[in-house]
């Protein structure tokens, strides 16, 4: 994750554009921190059917108020502050009605959207779940400072957005945790429930709130089963570490009408921002935004299907789709992992020449194998056309990346939507260089990640299916790191088994801590190296310096 320097560095120019009336910068940075907003909204209300309308609000009033933003470089802790305050108003125009948080039947909460979406396994697992316990102000506490673990925000814009002092909010944050390790030892129980407790469940609706979670806490006190922890305990803070945004969801509405005006009512307008905005967006355009359409004419409008094919236009770097028509699907069975030592990256890893030597199909290592020493390649920062974290989740769904460092491309896989033959994201365009660098998250995606269903793994399970790979493609990880030394083009090619990717700008500090995070630390195992710091580091299966119609045409195994 990047510092909080080199993140204003990047979206100082962009939030400057957009105050001087640049559509393709506002365009930019609404689905840019889309995302960032939805994580907010969504875990402080607990995925309530508000969340839809209060993200609309927040994004609405950071729209029609960017103009009064002094310093760009408060960017994000400014639309953090307006989702907070959105947040709370909801809470006060609701407070003289009897407010029902529950989540509608057949509807996920956002505790089982974390999940599903992240594939989050083990304590992970029970820490987003856990969060369903809190109160509505520890919920909007733990939704910023689940922010601030996972390298989204910082402790000073955690404290700016609830509007109290730094030191003040340590010590909310310090009880807030204290709250959440209490739900977590609930969830823990509510798993292998002793007869005691299934006794005194038996007359609980589901629904967690704070009478319960104080009634089964003070069980678990007294229990000898329930509250015996035979596993360590990992700190809450450390299991978050590297947590990816969870998507916004396919089909998410957002229309944004700028200050209530229209593009008819630009011409009368004074020469101020609004003016300057609504002028930009009177000519018809379309971008891409977290899988929603957004058409600028006056206003923001969302026409996109969850399965509308992507649109082709593209308005900006962050918008830029090519359609692609995947190679034909290879079926082959479920993976299962075998640990064993991991072979050398290539049989051909002496050679000096660059793109020689292709990333190899290796075998998952030792759970307790530590990874080598990842040798540590010049940074001189990365650009990405996706902003500080693109979320890519259709076929077609692209980020260009340029600049000289480390990049995260971390996998989601969802075979419980669709499962089947996966067909692979591939890198194009490319000049320069690119490496791969290491594999990190803990786990492979073949790894199992259930202690009840031996057949599930991050791949899938036996009664929905799995994701299956062409044949002879190299098992990903939850977490893949690549250098860039130039600029190269990642383009999803999903069809078949349902995927999303998140692609974040890295640094070698942030490699070398998840490549060595491992089982001491709750992980099913170690990261791998892949780099020898030289030419002959292998380049991934699928590149090339073509710009293909078909980015699914690259070949496997590809040399550049």
């Known amino acids: 994750m990047r510092t909080d320097v080199q993140l204003s560095r990047q979206w100082r120019a962009t939030v400057a554009a957009a105050q001087a009336g640049d559509r393709r910068a506002l365009d930019e940075l609404v689905e840019g921190w889309l995302p960032l907003v939805y994580n907010v909204v969504g875990r402080a209300l607990n995925g309530h059917a508000d969340v ?40 006060r125009r609701r407070q003289d009605r009897k407010l029902d948080e529950a989540v509608p039947d057949g509807a996920a909460d956002f505790a089982e959207l974390t999940v599903l ?32 673990v996972s390298g989204e925000l910082t402790r000073r814009e955690l404290a700016a957005a609830v509007g109290i002092s730094r030191q003040h909010a340590a010590v909310r944050v310090q009880r807030m945790k204290e709250r959440l390790e209490t739900s977590r030892g609930i969830v823990r129980a509510l798993d292998g429930a ?6 005194l469940t038996a007359r ?5 709130d704070s009478v319960w979670r104080k009634r089964l806490a003070r069980h678990i006190r007294g229990c000898g089963y329930c509250g015996d922890t035979r596993d360590s305990v990992v700190p809450a803070e450390r299991l978050l570490v590297g947590i990816a945004l969870v998507p916004v969801p396919v089909g998410f509405t957002l229309a944004l009408a700028l200050g209530g005006k229209t593009a008819a009512a630009a011409g009368s307008a004074s020469a101020g921002w609004s ?5 930009a967006l009177t000519k018809p355009a379309v ?49 299962s992992p075998s640990p064993s030592a991991s072979p050398s990256p290539s049989a051909s890893a002496s050679a000096a ?16 194998a530590k990874p080598g020493a990842l040798p540590h390649r010049p940074e001189g920062g990365i650009t990405s ?23 995260l491309v971390r996998w989601q896989i969802s075979p419980q939507y669709r499962a089947g033959s996966l067909v692979m994201p591939s890198w194009t365009g490319l000049k320069g260089k690119i490496f791969h660098v290491a594999s990190g998250g803990g786990r492979r995606m073949d790894d199992r990640v259930s202690t009840t269903d031996t057949s599930a793994t991050g791949m899938g399970n036996s009664a929905v299916g799995y994701a299956v790979l062409p044949s002879g493609a190299q098992q990903m990880w939850q977490n893949e790191y690549f250098y860039v030394d130039g600029s190269a083009t990642f383009t999803v090619n999903e069809r078949g088994a349902d995927y999303g990717v998140s692609v974040f700008p890295s640094s070698w500090d942030a490699v070398e801590k998840d490549v060595l995070y491992g089982p001491p630390d709750g992980a099913i195992r170690y990261g791998l190296v892949r780099d020898d710091g030289e030419d002959s580091a292998p380049v991934p299966q699928y590149v090339t310096r073509s710009v293909p119609s078909d980015p699914a045409t690259v070949a496997q195994r590809s040399r550049v």
Not at 204 to 208: A, E, K, M, S
């Open 353 to 368: 020449v660059y793109g020689s030597v292709v990333d190899a199909v290796d075998a998952a290592p030792d759970p307790d």
């Open 194 to 199: 002793c007869p005691e407790l299934r006794e």
């Open 52 to 91: 839809d309308d209060v993200v609309q609000e927040t994004m609405l009033r950071a729209v029609d108020n960017l103009g009064t933003l002094r310093d760009p470089d408060s960017f994000r802790s400014w639309l953090v502050a307006i989702a907070m305050r959105q947040i709370r108003d909801r809470a």
């Open 204 to 208: 609980w609706d589901g629904r967690p």
């Open 275 to 279: 003016a300057k905005v609504l002028g």
């Open 117 to 148: 979406r992240l594939q989050l396994a083990g304590q992970r697992r029970e820490v987003a779940e856990a969060v369903r316990w809190l109160d509505a102000e520890d919920r909007q506490l733990v939704s910023l400072w689940w922010l601030e």
């Open 385 to 407: 056309s996706g902003g500080a974290h693109a979320v890519l989740n259709h076929r077609g769904d692209s980020v260009t990346l340029s600049g000289q460092g480390y990049v």
């Open 287 to 335: 971008a891409v935004t977290a899988g929603a359409t957004i058409v600028a004419g006056g206003a923001y409008v969302v026409v996109q299907r969850p399965h509308d094919p992507a649109p082709r236009t593209a308005v900006s770097p962050t918008a830029a789709v090519t359609r692609a028509v995947p190679q034909a699907p290879v079926t082959t069975s479920s993976p």
